[in-house]
């Protein structure tokens, strides 16, 4: 039985597709193909689980296999929300047999993982390089068993950036076997600043490096070349803007095909919606350089690779709940604890009423279950049924950033309500955005409309059809993170019960109702 259709169609069914490939926020995107089948990862930062693991056997069509990374470690410092914290910028790799992903905690070092399947299970992070400020590590096993670790530098925790270090590795890849060299430094190239998320490879007898200069907004991917690891390296940007509207097109990965053929894959930084991805054709010049997208700019629409082909998908949305699981495209704000969920043999996911001090601050919330903006414009929809009895409980559904907007429902003394409310991002608590109104049964269906720059509607039908709530809230993102839909359910503190909430058929549509 096939999905229901994306709510963005890269592959135009011609033998094309058009960008972005990925119209979501799978930020600081990397990929490795190994066979025939391409496999992704990206940035979590503080959410688990982290490390998400996507599928695809033609670059274009997308889906999501699982995780890599059940926990944050160190996990106590997980325990409450860390939104731009955690996994930055992780390669992933296939050596020896096994899936190695790499990435940088800015506040604790480097980690790996690795696994023999995609679908895991995967080995408990290894920190290889403690330290702050370590970030976007990536390896390289060259042909004589060699091998090497690059990573960039945060100034917000080590008080410099804009270079490139390298160090020898243990093959295993459980240590760095010396203390490490500058082999990029960005302050001796003319106009580059913010170096960053390098990515290594190896191509006929050339150390190569791809890394964005510039910042996200509107920075350029460079590479980089060198006869050795630990350099000099002579360095050309490969993609810029240009006259194209897709602004800072950079950081990505560069993979081949079984037919032979390059390509590279990057983000573009869209404000609420996050970092979406984009595949770029990537050619050669007659001086051994690439030439990515169309003479260096950004293609918006190409002929997709040649090789095996995919039905049109995109990773997925959608959720029933079977037997009280949520799916792949979820995970929490924090590491999450026993007993945020209750489990149960019917339809429909069961969120406890976990007690919180801040319930009037989503942003603080460990137990809000999130997913990705999926799409510039759409239609979600779930219903809701609240079975507590503790006056304060509430539960709804929300988009999550730097600020939030909710609608659901609370357990008051007068009963049980439909509420909207809202923060922005400076205040420290949540503010009605419409007037309460009684929800007798306890159960409502809810709505949230977004449109174009990330506009959403919230509405809610308690038994006499769907009624608009409130003004028109703007999603923002966080500092790296775009916007979030969320699902949660909390109480204030006390010492009965807090009862739960039970939500069932999340379900999203192209477009507005």
Request: a negative charge; one cysteine or more.
């Amino acid at each position: 039985m096939s999905g229901p259709a994306p709510l963005w169609r890269a592959d135009l069914g011609d033998g094309t597709y058009r960008n972005p490939v990925l119209n979501a926020d799978w930020s600081d995107p990397d990929v490795v193909r190994v066979g025939d089948d391409y496999y992704l990862t990206a940035s979590s930062f503080g959410r688990a689980p982290g490390l998400p693991i996507l599928h695809s056997r033609d670059l274009v069509n997308w889906s999501v296999l699982g995780h890599a990374l059940d926990r944050l470690e160190p996990a106590d410092a997980f325990a409450l929300p860390r939104h731009d914290c955690g996994v930055w910028a992780p390669s992933i790799r296939h050596h020896d047999g096994r899936f190695w992903i790499f990435w940088g905690d800015p506040d604790a070092g480097v980690y790996q993982v690795n696994a023999p399947d995609p679908r895991g299970p995967w080995s408990a992070p290894h920190l290889i390089k403690p330290g702050k400020g370590l970030i976007d590590p990536c390896p390289l096993w060259d042909e004589h068993g060699n091998a090497f670790l690059v990573h960039a530098w945060a100034k917000s925790r080590s008080g410099v950036n804009n270079r490139l270090t390298g160090h020898r590795m243990s093959p295993d890849g459980t240590a760095v076997l010396d203390e490490g060299r500058i082999i990029v430094d960005g302050d001796a190239i003319a106009g580059w600043f913010t170096l960053e998320g390098p990515k290594l490879y190896r191509r006929d007898g050339w150390f190569w490096i791809f890394a964005p200069a510039g910042g996200v907004e509107t920075g350029w991917q460079g590479a980089l070349r060198s006869r050795d690891f630990f350099g000099p390296y002579e360095e050309r940007t490969i993609l810029a803007q240009g006259r194209t509207e897709v602004n800072g097109p950079h950081q990505g990965a560069w993979v081949d095909t079984p037919a032979g053929e390059d390509w590279f894959l990057h983000f573009q930084q869209r404000g609420a919606y996050g970092r979406v991805v984009h595949l770029q054709p990537m050619g050669w010049d007659e001086a051994g350089w690439p030439v990515v997208g169309d003479e260096g700019e950004p293609v918006s629409w190409y002929r997709k690779p040649k090789g095996p082909t995919a039905g049109p998908c995109a990773p997925a949305v959608d959720d029933t709940f079977p037997d009280g699981q949520y799916g792949p495209q979820w995970s929490w704000t924090a590491n999450p604890e026993p007993g945020w969920t209750i489990a149960h043999d019917g339809p429909g996911l069961w969120l406890t009423c976990h007690r919180h001090e801040r319930v009037d601050d989503l942003r603080r919330l460990p137990n809000a279950l999130v997913q990705r903006l999926p799409a510039e414009s759409f239609t979600t929809t779930v219903d809701l049924v609240l079975h507590s009895d503790a006056v304060g409980a509430r539960a709804g559904l929300a988009v999550l950033g730097d600020a939030f907007g909710w609608i659901g429902l609370e357990r008051t003394v007068d009963g049980v309500h439909l509420v909207h409310r809202f923060a922005s991002t400076t205040a420290e608590g949540e503010r009605d955005a419409a007037h309460p109104r009684p929800a007798v049964a306890a159960r409502a269906r809810l709505r949230v409309e977004v449109s174009p720059g990330a506009r959403c509607r919230f509405s809610a039908d308690t038994g006499d059809g769907f009624r608009p709530s409130g003004p028109v809230f703007a999603a923002t993102p966080w500092r790296w993170v775009g916007a979030q839909l969320s699902l949660f359910a909390t109480a204030p503190p006390g010492q009965a019960a807090p009862g739960h909430a039970a939500f069932r058929t999340f379900h999203a549509t192209p477009g507005q109702e």
